[in-house]
C-alpha cells in the first residue's frame, strides 16, 4: 500500500502542481463588488485551456435561503455552488 504525508494546501505545497485560490488576506485587494450581506472577488486565478477561464470567490453572510429573483449570464458561462466549509476542486 503507497502511504501519503498529508499537507495543508498551500502556495508552497502546490508550486508546480496547481494554483490556489483563496479569499484575499483583509485589506490586500478591494472586492470587485459588495453589498451588506455579500462580497465579491473576482479574478484570483485564471486557466488557460482553448481560451481563458477566470475564478473567483464570492461570500456571504449566514441568512435565510430564499430569494426573490435571480441574475441570468445568457453570454458568460458561470459556476455556482454554495459551501460552507473548505473545499479543494481539481481541475
Known sequence: M??????????????GIAQLVKFPEEGAKEP??????????G???TVSCNGEYEFGICSFRKREMKTTQLEQ????PELLFALDSDFVTPL
Open 2 to 15: 503507497i502511504k501519503l504525508k498529508i499537507q495543508d494546501a498551500s502556495e508552497k505545497n502546490l508550486e
Open 32 to 41: 470587485m463588488g459588495q453589498s451588506p450581506i455579500h462580497k465579491f472577488y
Open 43 to 45: 479574478r484570483l486565478g
Open 73 to 76: 449570464h445568457i453570454i458568460i
